[in-house]
């Protein structure tokens, strides 16, 4: 088992910056693949940002230029920097983490989620 916490959402304006961190306990020596996935009220959840156990990283078409995964080992903490927030980027964050190295998504621990609020 591993259980996720999310934090750092907020509300901010178009254009600025948020950071929001996870931090991993648990099964930690068994995370292979770790996400971050966002849903916005009446759509599906979707993912945003996966980075797996060796740092490589994959990025939503929605994220890519503006938003940057990465992970402290140390802390056992999975961050997303998210720059040049749009209004269209305001939606419940989650962390997601997985012993798989492909993930489906019924095979992620699921943290709680953090609201993201974008005003424009």
């Known amino acids: 088992q591993v259980q996720l916490v999310e934090s750092g959402g907020g509300l901010v304006q178009a254009g600025g910056s948020l950071r929001l961190s996870c931090a991993a306990s648990g099964s930690i020596w068994s995370i292979n693949t770790e996400a971050w996935f966002r849903q916005a009220p009446g759509k599906q959840r979707e993912l945003v940002a996966v980075?797996?156990?060796?740092?490589?990283?994959h990025y939503a078409d929605s994220a890519k230029g503006r938003f940057t995964i990465s992970r402290d080992n140390a802390k056992n903490t999975m961050y997303l920097q998210m720059n040049s927030l749009k209004p269209e980027d305001t939606a419940v964050y989650y962390c997601?983490?997985?012993?798989?190295?492909?993930?489906?998504?019924?095979?992620?621990?699921w943290g709680q989620g953090t609201q993201v609020t974008v005003s424009s």
């Open positions: 997601a983490a997985s012993d798989s190295d492909s993930p489906t998504r019924t095979e992620y621990f």
């Open positions: 980075i797996n156990r060796g740092g490589s990283t």
